[in-house]
């Protein structure tokens, strides 16, 4: 008597066909891609021998330019402090907007996610540039800057966030004769909180390193000293930099961890 033998597949047939595909489609693109941008690594015997020629003109760090990156390093602490608070400000009615159980309507749900996705198009030093041309060199495009690109990541978030809040208890504050602020005040920020102050937090230690860099296009803070050193081929002055950038991530990084737990 023949016995009806089963094999266990973790994909079926048209599962694995489909995976089979997407591979080659995603493996062609990468090859396709290579060829056209015309990549190539003519001596690739020399790339030890001049990464250990670009950290042998770095050791040892001067110490010494320390002094005179301090001023800048504090901007960039500032810039990113200020920009996040700036964010966090116009997040707040953009994320209304953009959740479907607050806005008022279809075209201001879309004016909503309009510019959650304009915001996150741009980057930051894109927007470092613009706002460079808008208001000069100096730390306030930097901060407005950092501004405008947070306003999407934490006008997104928060939205998906306030779309998911028990909506009787916005209900209950407004049939008590409650005000479109107060609703806002005691119906929908209480209940989003937690995840409004854990993801200015998160942004802000993002904004920090973003910040470290926009001084390339004169907009402020310790990046100007990383440009100015790098251009001057004073390589010791940029491991300097290098490191205390390093070491200001770190921090921030363990202090928004910190942060996030004691929310939680």
């Not at 690594?41 to 050791?59: F, G, H, Q, S």
Request: charged share 15%; net charge neutral; hydrophobic share 55%.
């Amino acid at each position: 008597m023949a016995t009806d033998e089963r094999r266990w597949e973790r994909f079926d047939r048209r599962r694995r066909i489909s995976r089979f595909v997407l591979t080659l489609v995603a493996a062609v693109a990468v090859v396709g891609s290579w060829q056209f941008m015309d990549i190539g690594i003519v001596r690739p015997d020399t790339i030890p021998r001049e990464v250990a020629d670009l950290l042998t003109r770095m050791y040892p760090p001067d110490v010494a330019y320390t002094t005179r990156i301090v001023e800048p390093l504090v901007e960039t602490i500032q810039i990113a402090a200020l920009g996040t608070i700036g964010a966090l400000v116009l997040s707040v009615p953009v994320a209304l907007l953009a959740a479907e159980n607050t806005t008022p309507n279809a075209v201001t749900f879309w004016l909503g996610k309009l510019i959650v996705t304009v915001s996150r198009s741009v980057n930051t030093i894109i927007w470092a540039l613009f706002f460079v041309v808008m208001f000069g060199s100096g730390p306030l495009a930097g901060a407005v800057a950092i501004a405008f690109r947070s306003v999407g990541f934490l006008g997104k978030l928060l939205g998906e966030e306030i779309e998911e809040i028990d909506f009787g208890q916005v209900e209950a504050v407004r049939a008590a004769g409650a005000s479109s602020v107060q609703v806002l005040l005691y119906g929908i920020l209480p209940q989003v909180k937690p995840a409004l102050v854990g993801l200015s937090i998160y942004r802000w230690d993002i904004n920090i390193r973003d910040s470290t860099v926009l001084g390339f296009v004169g907009a402020g803070g310790i990046g100007i000293q990383l440009f100015r050193a790098v251009n001057a081929f004073a390589w010791q002055s940029v491991a300097t930099v290098l490191l205390v950038i390093l070491g200001v991530v770190v921090a921030t990084e363990s202090l928004s961890a910190y942060t996030r737990a004691l929310v939680r």
